[in-house]
Each structure stands twice: as structure tokens, then as C-alpha cells.
């Protein structure tokens, strides 16, 4: 099984992403659209929603309701992604188990597990393509 996305960009640095039957932009300037950075903590925010409310299920505190995610992304001096935090408020009474709930999640979410270091990208590149 794979994930595709077909992306173009014409010229700049906007680009136009092709997910199945949906299309996104992403710019990195963020002048257009979301800049890329703002894009990957929008993802991890939105995977981190499911692995919350089945690590809430997993770890028996129950529905959670509604979930916000405020997501903070800290750059370094080479404007590049530092760290991230998530402030995150949820309906649901979880009494003392937002630790384990959240370290449940940690271990479910695809997109958490995806930023690590090691996962870098195999590159082919073609010239005079068009």
C-alpha cells in the first residue's frame, strides 16, 4: 500500500497539490497559502486527533468530545522547524489519564511517527522533462 500526491508548481514557490479528488496549495513564502511548516503542523495536528481519541478509548477514559489543538511550532535560526507543542482542550472528563492518554497517542499518530530524523526523502530527478 502507498500514498500518492501529484504537486506542480508553475513558477515561485506555490504549489498546487493533487490528494486524490481534492487539491490544496501550499506556499512557501505563506503569502498565498499556508507556508510549508504551517501545512505539516496542520497534518500532525489532525492526526494526532484520531490517535487521541483512541488512546481516550484505549486507556478507558472514555468519549473526549470535542478536540482543539492549538499547535506551536519553535524554528531554529535557519527558520527550520525546532519543535512543536500541542495545547490541546478536550470536552471530555479525563481525570488523571492525560499523561497516558497522550503518550498512547504519541505511539499512534503516522504523521509523529513520519518527522523523525531518519526518514528522509529518496530523490530521482529528471532534466528537460516538459
Known amino acids: 500500500m502507498s500514498k500518492e500526491v501529484h504537486s506542480v508548481s508553475e513558477e515561485g514557490f506555490s504549489t498546487e497539490n493533487t ?13 498565498a497559502a499556508p507556508d510549508t511548516l504551517e501545512a505539516l503542523l496542520a497534518a500532525y495536528a489532525s492526526c ?9 478509548e484505549q486507556r478507558q477514559a472514555g468519549d ?6 492549538d499547535s506551536t511550532g519553535e524554528l531554529n535560526d535557519d527558520d527550520k522547524l525546532a519543535s512543536v507543542h500541542f495545547d490541546i482542550k478536550v470536552a471530555g472528563d479525563i481525570g488523571d489519564k492525560g499523561d497516558a492518554i497522550a503518550e498512547r497517542a504519541h505511539e499512534l499518530c503516522k504523521v509523529g511517527d513520519a ?13 528537460d522533462a516538459f
Not at 490528494?19 to 503569502?31: K, M, S
Not at 494526532?48 to 481516550?56: E, K
Open 64 to 69: 473526549l468530545g470535542r478536540i482543539e489543538i
Open 48 to 56: 494526532y486527533v484520531p490517535a487521541l481519541r483512541v488512546g481516550a
Open 19 to 31: 490528494i486524490r479528488d481534492f487539491e490544496t496549495t501550499v506556499d512557501a513564502t505563506g503569502e
Open 115 to 127: 518527522v523523525k530524523s531518519e526518514l528522509v526523502a529518496d530523490v530521482d530527478i529528471e532534466g
